[in-house]
Each structure stands twice: as structure tokens, then as C-alpha cells.
């Protein structure tokens, strides 16, 4: 079943190769991905390697036959209405300019207004064109190489060129723009070189095998650079991209307007359906009470909203008006980082205890009414390179926690919690308030049982985060969303733990930082990937943490908003969404 | 009078230049690095990828936070006596355009639930105070302690309930049109009431043991022009000073209104910049703020003037 959609792209990328798709690192894929996408490729009947800067090799994204879940059906195009206005209840976002912005609920709005160089497909976690048709990677993994779609324009009219990329990741790079995301997407990122008008290539100053991830995040979609240059520090209140909406207005504290872009004809290898986008308008009204914004989606006020309660997420399911989207995000889940570089939590014992003795998915149950899952490890299951192997490691055993605390020393005395060397076995919980409050509670009472007591500090965000750099923690709280497993490195490398301090295990461990290291410069993917599980495998064999619960986007939307599926970080790709009448 | 004014208005910079320096002070008090902050996401994830040290410290020089703390406070104070409020780190927008905008939001949120306040305070005040010791008097009472110890967000999640969920008449969310002020301000008005309505009942009870209440009455005048026109307007000195005071508590109502009913304001501005630490912007706010509340005293001593001739201001 080789669709229109499927057949342009093929013709479009002609040359594919087995070896140089694996070894250039041109595909994402999750490990069961893998063996229909190498099926694909066999298909092609006559394999070509085209030789690339330094000798590199093509990959070409993986459009080309494989069944993926996201594959159009007719009935669904035939069906689709155009027209409407779609109101989402949402939250505001600081600035609109991907290069800046540092907030998850802009990433997901961003993919509306911007194109990605690579688009992600939610499922298989494989490749699809972007703005990007092919690309390359050198030998060395310091070069990548882009062919740009022709014929794409910004919404002010600027062509989109080499240019462009080149203007957007250079300006990302500028320390005055301020980037707070994105400059950190771009790794060791060096220069950009035009070739020509539809080829770029991006110059890296080490291997960094993150990259083709990386660019599927919406951070780094290529900007106007006309624009870009005239608003100045403006651009995040007047964004211009070439995405399938265009920016009409922003009322701050109420609300953002997007209207479809007429000339949109260059849909990501995602998307369902050609042409511009079925609705008219999104009307992003901006609600920063929880249960407020639920309640615009029962009141009508609302089609889709950002943030269902868990606990209205069982009676919404029972009705048929309503729709409940739980998309879970890739990356790090929610975890409860021990700090290991302080006693007593640096006894890798007492750490292991701690993981046996808390159950996590009671926890789990009485806090989000079995809306979320337990995670496990360090990345979340639908991450790229997740290990299921951890997954066995720390069941919740009571008996088991209090015989690692008695190898370790600590044993109950007349009070409540265990003592070693007249000292009480006492640890600082720093986390922030609300549900990690709750969680914290939890936490707290299921260590009681095995004699470890516990200070729970509820501090608001900004408070937990100076806590966290002057290591006043043993247990502290973090969660990171990304598209590729590097996020390792940015949570347990050694570099992390001052400036950012996003590594709160605050431990230096050369052994850890060289096996992140490898794997985030490792070109093989097939490596890399085996790199990462035994990163997984090593961090929960080091106990550095407690995972709490895989995030979850919690999206509910009206029964007649149809044609949902879903951005790589759990966002709605609102261009194949439709309202029905 | 006018001279009296002039000083008062000149009196109001040395108050701001205080109010400033003790938010600024408490702002750098306060646990919370700027900087770090902007790299969470407040929805509680991490934001950025692998920032290196020097990143951090770049956003900290762009951002003047490497100065010491006496240094940015007069470079803002220099920047604000020319007009210029700075930019806020959230959003690098211009922190006056951002005020400025939602300013008439507030203004009107306030004014308005003072009005239905008022109106309310008085009226249960006045009839508790003629029905004194009967059931209505321990009626009136009894709601305007119930107004009193109401948390204001709770009333609004109540009346967002029945009016909007419910009944359907009323958005529960919205800033543009009259409809959308309704609920907002009546939650407001009414938490405010009670201490009017209580105030204006013992008052009012007081004044009408006076002796030219008793002149009043004997002069053969009807109940209701001895009670507003003399009693009531006797009354009213107290209250004024009350209801000057609770443009105030008014005015932090309004955090809280204003992001219950997603409705734009000053409030919900200010809190998310506390949160979030933008320094330029909770400055601009807690500024705004103290001019009102200053403005709001001065009129209040003005109509001390205009309510008992006795008291004139040279």
C-alpha cells in the first residue's frame, strides 16, 4: 500500500543505502523499527551511495515504503471538513521565537508556526522529511549535510534557503539572543556553510551523534531571517516561520490567534494529508488555573484543552462527547535524583534500599488514578534507546530494603528511625509543591516503614533550584523531556552539576562521563544505542535515583475535533486536525 | 487644599524610592537565581540541552545579574526616573507596554468590586444596625462573617459552578465585555463586604445614640432623613478609612481573581513574575501597585474634607 503521499517522497529520495543508513545515523528508530525499515530498504532496487563531504555517505530518511502506523487512510482524507475556528485552552507562553524560548508548552505551539529540517513520527520514532528532503553525514560525524525542499516560502515571503538555516543556527549562537533551549540542541556546533540555495551543510567542532534528533525538536525550525533581522528582541511577539499556520495576533494574558497558511504546500513526511490545513483559525486562549481551563472544555469554551485532571480522565473516557489523549513525552521521566556525593546517601547501599523500599506504583495509583505509568529507569519507554532490562531491577521489597540497611550499618534503635554511629538516619527531601508535594508525602511514609526518616521541604520551583546547586538535598526532583538520549549526559554528567546543576546526583563519576561521552559522539547507531542501555543499566546499578512517573501530556479535546495524532514530545500536529460540523 | 495636595503627590516619591528598594532587596533575599530559572520550565521539566557554565554566565551578564546588588538597584532606579522600566527576562518585552496594558484591567476589576462592596456593606451595615438584636441583625451578620473568612478562590470555583458550568448565563473566563467582569467582581465585592457591613453596623449604632439624632428626631424629621442624612453621613469617617484600606486587599484579591477567571490584570502578572523571578517586572508591578494604593490614601484623607466640614487641610 504505497500511498501519493509516499510515492512523491520516493521519488523524491532515490538514493538510499542500508550500509550508510545505519552508519551515517540517518534514521531514528526505536529497536522494533528496525527490522521493517531494513525490509524497506531492500525493496529499492538498485542501492546508491553518493559520496558527501569527506567522503561521507548519504542516508535518506526512511519514507520510503515503510508501513508506519501514522500511513493516511482514503476514508480519512475523504472525510475531512475544512473551515472553523479551534479554541484550545492553553497556557501562555513567555515568547514565541523557538531560538529563545525554554518552555515546553511554546515547543509544542512552535511546530504550528515553524517547520523542522526532520520531522519525527510519535510512534515509530523514525525520520520523515522536514524542510529537509536528504541529508548526509560525514565519516568523521562533524558535517552533516542538508538538501533543502525548493519552492518553500516564509510567511512574510522571504524564500527559505540555505540562507536561512545558516542565519537561524548562527543567531541561536549569538549570546546576546539569549537562547535557552535551543543552543544547547546545537551541541558543538561550529559554522553553517551555503553551498547553494538548497544545500547546507553544518559544521561541528567534535562527532556529535545527537544532532539529526535534535533537529526534529521544534526549537531549532529555521526562522525568516528578514524578519528575524527587522523585529530584533521582537521577533518572539511577531514570529515568522513557514509552518502551516501563520501568526495573526497576540493579546497578551488572553490570548494568540494562528490563521492557516494559504500557500502551505510543503507538508512534513508526517503529516496525513497535502495542501493547507483544514482549520481556519486557532485561537489560543490563555488559562492558568488548572481546573478553570478543564472546565472550558465541558462548558464549550473550549474544543481542546491542555490539562485534564487525572482524576476527570475516567468519566471523560465513559462519555462519548469527549475525547482523552494521553500522549507520553520521551526523554527523562519525573525522577527523585539521590545525591551521592554527600553521607549518607553516598553509600551506594543505603541508595539501593531506598529504591527497594518505595512502591511506586501504589504511589502512582493514589496520586494520578492509574492515568500515568510507573517509570522504571532513566529514560521513559518511549524514548529512542530505552533499556527494558532495568525494569526487573527494584521491585518494591520491604524486606529486602532492611536487610541492605543492615549490611550498611544502620539499625533500629529505641526510636523510630535507624541509627549508625549515634546518628539518625535522616534525609533532606527537597522537591516543589503540588502534586510532587503529594508525591513527596508518599515517598516519605513508604520510607518510614523501613526506619529511613525523612524532612520533606515544599519550596516553589525557583527556591528548589538554588536548594539543589548548594547540595542542600539527599533526595532532590528533575524532569527533562527530549528527543534523543543525550538527555543522559545533560542529567548525570559531571559537567552538569555546577552551572545548570541539571546533574543533582552532584557526584563526579569519570567512569559514567566517559560512557556518556562516547555514546553522544558514537556515529554507529546500532552502538550508540547499546551504548545508552548500558548507561541505563549502570545508572540504576548506582542507584543515582528514584524514577517516579513517565510525563504525560494530559490533552482533552471534543468529540468532533478529529485527525489528532501527535508531535515527537506528545504536542498535537494541528495541520491534519479537523473540526466536524 | 492644592498646596496640600502638591505636597502629599511629592511625598509619594520618597515612598516609592522605599517601596522599590525594600522589593528589590527582598527579591535578591529570596532563594532564586533569575537565570536559573529561565532554564527550567516552570512546568516542572529542565529546558535546555547541555548548557555549558559559560552559556549560564552569558545569560547572567545580558541579563546585568553578575553586578553587585547595589549597582543593578541604581541602574534600575537611574533607568526608571527616565522613563525606562527595563525589559522583563521572561519575555524581553518592554516592562511599561506590559503594565501599561493590563493596568485598565485591574483598575476596573477593583473599582467595580469595591462599588458592589460598598453597596453591600452598607446595605446589610445600615439594616443590622436599625434591626439591631432581631434575627435579621444575626442574619446580616452571620453572611458578613461568612464573607469574611470566604477564601475568594474558592467563592469563584462556587460561582464559576452555578453560573457558568450550571446555568450556562455567565463565561467563566474572558477579559473583553461586561459580561466577563460579572463574576469576577462579585466574587471580589462580596468577600469585601463583610468587614464594611460590620463596620458600618457599629458605627451606624453608635451615631444614632448621639444626641443630635435625638435632636433630629424630635424635630419631627422621617426615620429615613435622619438616617442618611444625618446619622449615616456622620458614620461615614470610619468606613471611609476602611474602604481606603480595602482598595488594598482588593488589589491582592486580584491575584487571585484574575487567575482563577484567566482574566487579564496586574495581579496575575505580578504573580507569575514573582514565580518565575523576573525582577524587571515584579518591580513595575509592586511600583504600579504602591502608586495606586498611595493615590487611594491621599483621596481618602481628601474626603475626610468633603464628608465633615470640621476637617480642612491647609
Given amino acids: 500500500m504505497v500511498s501519493g503521499e509516499r510515492l512523491r517522497a520516493r521519488l523524491e529520495h532515490s538514493h538510499v543505502s542500508r550500509r550508510t543508513l545505519l552508519k551515517a545515523g540517518g534514521v531514528a528508530l526505536a529497536l522494533g523499527a528496525v527490522s521493517p525499515l531494513l525490509a524497506a530498504c531492500g525493496d529499492e532496487d538498485d542501492p546508491v551511495s553518493t559520496p558527501g563531504p569527506g567522503g561521507a555517505t548519504t542516508a535518506t530518511p526512511d519514507t520510503g515504503s515503510t508501513p508506519a502506523p501514522s500511513a493516511p487512510t482514503a476514508a480519512g482524507e475523504d472525510e475531512a471538513q475544512s473551515g472553523g475556528t479551534l479554541t484550545l485552552g492553553y ?102 556553510e551555503v553551498i547553494d540555495d538548497t544545500t547546507v551543510e553544518v559544521h561541528f567542532s567534535e562527532p556529535y551523534s545527537p544532532f539529526l534528533n535534535n533537529l526534529t525538536h521544534s526549537v531549532l525550525s529555521p526562522v525568516s531571517p528578514t524578519a528575524a533581522e527587522a523585529a530584533g528582541a521582537d521577533f518572539g511577539q511577531a514570529p515568522v516561520g513557514t509552518g502551516p499556520f501563520k501568526f495573526k495576533e497576540w493579546q497578551p494574558q488572553i490570548s494568540m490567534t494562528f490563521e492557516r497558511n494559504p500557500d502551505y504546500a510543503w507538508p512534513l513526511g508526517v503529516y496525513r494529508h497535502e495542501g493547507p490545513a483544514y482549520i481556519d483559525e486557532i485561537v489560543v486562549a490563555f488559562i492558568p488555573e488548572e481546573t478553570t481551563r478543564f472546565g472550558t472544555l465541558e462548558s464549550g469554551e473550549s474544543l481542546v484543552v491542555d490539562g485534564v485532571q487525572p482524576q476527570e480522565v475516567e468519566r471523560l473516557q465513559a462519555d462519548e462527547n469527549y475525547q482523552i489523549l494521553l500522549p507520553a513525552v520521551p526523554g527523562s521521566p519525573q ?63 520491604q524486606a529486602k530494603a532492611e536487610e541492605l540497611l543492615e549490611e550498611a550499618g544502620w539499625v533500629m534503635g529505641s526510636g523510630d528511625v535507624r541509627q549508625k554511629d549515634g546518628n539518625d538516619l535522616m534525609l ?91 555514546a553522544a559522539s558514537e556515529l554507529d547507531q546500532d552502538a550508540r544505542i547499546q551504548q545508552y542501555m548500558d548507561i541505563q543499566q549502570y545508572i540504576m546499578d548506582q542507584a543515582l535515583m528514584i524514577p517516579l512517573w513517565e510525563e504525560t501530556v494530559f490533552w482533552g479535546a471534543h468529540a468532533s475535533v478529529k485527525g489528532i495524532h501527535f508531535q515527537p514530545l506528545g504536542g498535537i500536529w494541528f495541520y491534519d486536525t479537523w473540526i466536524e460540523e | 487644599m492644592l498646596q496640600y495636595v502638591r505636597t502629599r503627590l511629592l511625598l509619594t516619591i520618597p515612598v516609592l524610592l522605599g517601596v522599590s528598594f525594600i522589593a528589590f532587596s527582598i527579591l ?94 452598607f446595605a446589610l451595615g445600615i439594616i443590622a444596625a436599625l434591626k439591631r438584636n432581631t434575627w435579621i441583625d444575626s442574619l ?4 458578613s462573617l461568612i464573607g469574611l473568612s470566604m477564601p475568594s478562590f474558592w467563592l469563584a470555583f462556587i460561582l464559576i459552578g452555578i453560573f457558568s458550568y450550571r446555568l450556562g448565563w455567565l463565561p467563566s473566563i474572558g477579559s473583553a465585555g461586561i459580561k466577563t467582569l460579572i463574576l469576577p467582581s462579585v466574587t471580589l465585592g462580596l468577600v469585601a463586604s ?22 433630629a428626631r424630635s424635630k419631627g424629621l422621617g426615620e429615613r432623613a435622619v438616617v442618611i442624612r444625618h446619622a449615616l453621613r456622620n458614620a461615614l469617617i470610619p468606613v471611609v478609612t476602611i474602604v481606603g484600606l480595602q482598595f488594598g486587599t482588593l488589589l491582592s484579591g486580584a491575584v487571585i481573581i484574575e487567575t482563577v477567571f484567566a482574566r487579564r490584570g496586574l495581579g496575575r502578572l505580578a504573580v507569575e513574575a514573582v514565580l518565575r523571578r523576573d525582577y524587571p517586572l515584579v518591580q513595575g508591578t509592586i511600583l504600579v501597585a504602591a502608586l495606586g494604593y498611595v493615590l487611594v490614601n491621599l483621596l481618602v484623607d481628601l474626603a475626610y474634607a468633603w464628608i465633615d466640614p470640621r476637617i480642612k487641610y491647609e
Avoid: C
Fill in chain 2, 194 to 215: 463583610g468587614i464594611i457591613a460590620r463596620l458600618v453596623r457599629s458605627t451606624m449604632l453608635e451615631v444614632m445614640r448621639q444626641e443630635y439624632v435625638t435632636t
Fill in chain 1, 428 to 518: 533532606e527531601y527537597i522537591t516543589t509543591t503540588g502534586i510532587q508535594g503529594q508525591a513527596g508525602e508518599l515517598v516519605q511514609a513508604y520510607l518510614a516503614r523501613v526506619g529511613i526518616g525523612v524532612n520533606l521541604h515544599q519550596l516553589e520551583y525557583a527556591a528548589t533550584a538554588a536548594a539543589y546547586l548548594a547540595s542542600e538535598h539527599h533526595i532532590a526532583r528533575i524532569y527533562f523531556s527530549h528527543v534523543d538520549p543525550v538527555v543522559l549526559s545533560t542529567l548525570y554528567h559531571s559537567r552538569n552539576i555546577p552551572g545548570t546543576n541539571f546533574n543533582r546526583t552532584m557526584k563526579v563519576d569519570p567512569a559514567l562521563d566517559e560512557m556518556l561521552d562516547n
Fill in chain 2, 28 to 121: 535578591h533575599l529570596i532563594p532564586g537565581d533569575p537565570a536559573t530559572v529561565l532554564l527550567g520550565d516552570m512546568g516542572g521539566g529542565a529546558a535546555s540541552g547541555d548548557m555549558s557554565e559559560e552559556a549560564l554566565e552569558n545569560i547572567r551578564r545580558e541579563l546585568g545579574l553578575d553586578k553587585p546588588f547595589l549597582v543593578q538597584y541604581v541602574i534600575y532606579v537611574g533607568g526608571v526616573a527616565q522613563g525606562d522600566f527595563g525589559r522583563s527576562f521572561q519575555t524581553n518585552r518592554e516592562v511599561r507596554g506590559s503594565v501599561l496594558e493590563v493596568l485598565p484591567y485591574t483598575l476596573l476589576l477593583t473599582v467595580v468590586g469595591l462599588g458592589i462592596a460598598i453597596i453591600i456593606g
Fill in chain 1, 91 to 192: 497556557t501562555e507562553p513567555p515568547t514565541m521565537d523557538p531560538r529563545v524560548s525554554g518552555a515546553t508548552i511554546a515547543w509544542r505551539l512552535f511546530y504550528n508556526l515553524f517547520d523542522p529540517l526532520i520531522a519525527m513520527d510519535f510512534d515509530t520514532r523514525e525520520y520523515h522529511p522536514g524542510l529537509a528532503s536528504s541529508w548526509e553525514v560525514s565519516e568523521d560525524g562533524m558535517i552533516y549535510a542538508f538538501s533543502l525542499r525548493d519552492g518553500v516560502m516564509f510567511h512574510d515571503g522571504t524564500p527559505f534557503t540555505a540562507e536561512a538555516v545558516q542565519y537561524t543556527f548562527d543567531s541561536i549562537m549569538d549570546p546576546a539572543l539569549l537562547s535557552l533551549a535551543a543552543i544547547g540542541y546545537l551541541g558543538p556546533y561550529d559554522r553553517s
Fill in chain 1, 335 to 397: 525522577i527523585l535524583p539521590l545525591n551521592a556525593d554527600v553521607e549518607p546517601t553516598s553509600d551506594l547501599l543505603l541508595r539501593q534500599a531506598i529504591l527497594y523500599a518505595v512502591d511506586m506504583d501504589t504511589i502512582i495509583d493514589t496520586l494520578w488514578y492509574g492515568t500515568r505509568k510507573a517509570a522504571q529507569g532513566p529514560l521513559s519507554s518511549p524514548s529512542w534507546g530505552y533499556n527494558p532490562a532495568v525494569e526487573e531491577m527494584y521491585p518494591y521489597d
Fill in chain 2, 140 to 143: 446580616t451578620m452571620t453572611f
